[in-house]
């Protein structure tokens, strides 16, 4: 009688964790059927020729999204020379006086401009940067992708640090070391992967924005570097030629998406990477 | 008979310690004899390591916590100078062993120096190191792998190491609180052991709830109760002849 029962729990046990096991494969769905899809309609699309080389106007056969790429790269990298040091010390400021006024109309601030739709802030960028410059930018861009990332990078900062040990500032306070090199020295270098975490998922985010940029960084079929010329990016050539009359053109796009979507996903496996690698400390 | 006068280190003068309006200290008068180890004892709350945090500035730390009165140290009042030079003098080693997580033993024993950005001479720093090490006798387990982390030492070794990180820059007092809670009994000799051997050098306080501790390391005890202090005086006359009855119920377990 007693034994029976168990088995029967043992058997409604392993039905539940069945059942368990199939939702929690649900959320792989969307991912694998969006892989396999780029794949399916990009992979041919991409070679050394499509990464390499500049777009060719509609008509003329091949042409690459050297320039998006680049463009891209550019972008994100100057939106976090913007983003990361101010992030990074709002962060550090909002662990050490949690508690205060200031602190937590920064956190505040934070969490709404988190919220805030991109399109929204592209706009912003567009009235601050583009028209005192009278034309589109990088820079313009740039800002825009760095006020996105600024309230993650503030909040991730802050998350981490606040979790380092009482303890370990204590430790240092106790030796004689003042409070800003406790900050810098051991604070910091404690959370750093963390820290890092959090960046580097803040650029993959941005890294696939298109909204802010149409009116900021515009799009630039040729090579730039320079922060106040127009610039191309991935997100605006997929949307550009997505919404292009010519096949050709699509083909591409689906290529760009798949360049994209690896960038992204090479960003965000790094993070989690250097997350799983403080975890095990 | 009489004692022979002790050498003072430090002093406290009617110090009143407080948590926002809640006073925890109310008015110590306490004399630390120089190189002796003394115990701080008493029930749980009584203010143990609210006393400790004052001598060397960290209780201002917690937001809201303020001190009255006069703690001199060598002569000097340490409440109207810098905190930060305060504890340059008086050292700490905490109830959790606390190693920097990023450095390695080596760079922890030199913390005191180089996260106050004193840089050293290579063998300079060798030295202190070593020397450090070996006064909080681990010096043997760990000078093979000295680049290391320091947390992946045991329990009992982390201690240790806190205290050689603690003595590396030859403070005058060293404040000990609880050191010994977190560890095993065979840790715990370890420490009681160089605690001892220490007071050579340097000037020991230490927290302790445990009475035969207490007794195997203390040349003096201070009996703490509801954050006055009640009774000081040598180990042995105070657990032998306790002048106030509450310090002989706390002795023999009534309380505590
Ligand atoms: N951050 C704080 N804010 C407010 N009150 C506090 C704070 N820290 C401690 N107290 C109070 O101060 C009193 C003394 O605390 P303290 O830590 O000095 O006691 P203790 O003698 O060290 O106790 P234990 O033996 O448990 O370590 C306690 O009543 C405690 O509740
Ligand atoms: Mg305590």
Redesign the interface.
Known sequence: MKEQGIALRLWKDRVASLVIFALALIPLIPLFLILFQLFSKGASSLSLHFLTSLPRPPGEAGGGVVNAILGSILLVAMASILAVPTGVLAGIYLSEFY?RLLPNMVRTAADLLQGTPSIVIGIMACAWVVRPLHHFSALAGSAALAIIMLPVIVRTTEEVLVLV?K??R?????????RW??IL??VL??G?VGVATGILLSMARVAGETAPLLFTAFGNPFLSWKPTEPIDALPLVIFNYATSPYADWWRQAWAASLVLILLVLFLNTTARLAARKMGG? | MKEAPMEEILKTQDLKAYFEELEILKGINLSIPKNRVTAIMGPSGCGKTTLLRCFNRMHEETPGAHTKGKIFLEGKDILSMNPILVRKMVGMVFQKPNPFPTMSIYENVLAGYRLNGIKLRKEEAQGIVEESLKKAVLWDEVKDFLHRRGTFLSGGQQQRLCIARALAVNPKLLLMDEPTSALDPKATRRVEELVTELKEAVTIVIVTHNTSQAGRVADYTAFLYLGELIEFGPTEELFTAPKDPRTEEYLTGKFG
Request: zero cysteines; proline letters at 14%.
């Open positions: 508690d040990p303890e370990i204590e430790g240092a306070l106790a030796l004689g070391v003042p090199r406790m020295q051991v270098p404690t750093l400390r």
